[in-house]
T-cell receptor
Framework: NAGVTQTPKFRVLKTGQSMTLLCAQD?????MYWYRQDPGMGLRLIHY???????AKGEVPDGYNVSRLKKQNFLLGLESAAPSQTSVYFC?????????????FGNGTRLTVT | EDKVVQSPLSLVVHEGDTVTLNCSYE??????LLWYKQEKKAPTFLFML????IEKKSGRLSSILDKKELFSILNITATQTGDSAVYLC?????????????FGQGTRLTINP
């Protein structure tokens, strides 16, 4: 049982380039989330999805787009990368009820924008 | 604005010591507080607390919530080098009108042999 899988694990981009981070979960979870983690700032929610075909903004959505075309996949896109987007990105999923199902996290994607 | 503050941000102790990590919060419509342990990669779930004064325990780790004073502590007794990690506190709060987790900055705990 793989749980939550993120690809790629590492990526270096130049300013202005675009890329897509992929998150896949095999637990049949309804809710999926994208967080970024920066030193001294903990985890901050970028976007989330409460089901296939739906997405919503979190705390820090600017500069990112997301799509949830299939229940098991949640994609995070950067259209024009900026150095401020250098961070570690974590995907997470759960059933939707935090009391019944704490978040399950992927292993993260370390992104550097030069 | 909802916020979660952890202290200390960094702590270095010797193996066998007991440590206490702190988490204070201000969130709208509190529902639960969670503790996670993060070693090199993905955070892993430790505890969820919803009721004040009830201790959750797992081996050498324990946690308690005080809903009146708006804080929680995580205790680790007889620390081992494998306890070295970043410990994250998170609280269910309101983000953009929806119930979501708000994370603190984390406490980096280092256990020296």
């Amino acid at each position: 049982n793989a749980g939550v899988t993120q690809t790629p694990k590492f990526r270096v981009l130049k300013t202005g380039q675009s890329m897509t981070l992929l998150c896949a979960q095999d637990m049949n979870h309804e809710y999926m989330y994208w967080y970024r983690q920066d030193p001294g700032m903990g985890l901050r929610l970028i976007h989330y999805s409460v089901g296939e075909g739906t997405t919503a903004k979190g705390e820090v959505p600017d500069g990112y787009n997301v799509s949830r075309l299939k229940k098991q996949n949640f994609l995070l896109g950067l259209e024009s990368a900026a150095p401020s987007q250098t961070s570690v990105y974590f995907c997470a999923s759960n059933t939707g009820s935090l009391r019944d199902s704490p978040l399950h996290f992927g292993n993260g994607t370390r992104l550097t924008v030069t | 604005e909802d916020k979660v503050v952890q202290s200390p941000l960094s702590l270095v102790v010797h193996e066998g010591d007991t440590v206490t990590l702190n988490c204070s919060y201000e969130v709208t419509n509190f529902r639960s507080l969670l503790w996670y342990k993060q070693e090199k990669k993905a955070p892993t779930f430790l505890f969820m607390l919803t009721s004040s004064g009830i201790e959750k325990k797992s081996g050498r780790l324990s946690s308690i919530l005080d809903k009146k004073e708006l804080f929680s502590i995580l205790n680790i007794t007889a620390t081992q080098t494998g306890d070295s990690a970043v410990y994250l506190c998170a609280v269910e709060g309101i983000i953009q009108g929806a119930q979501k987790l708000v994370f603190g900055q984390g406490t980096r705990l280092t256990i020296n042999p």
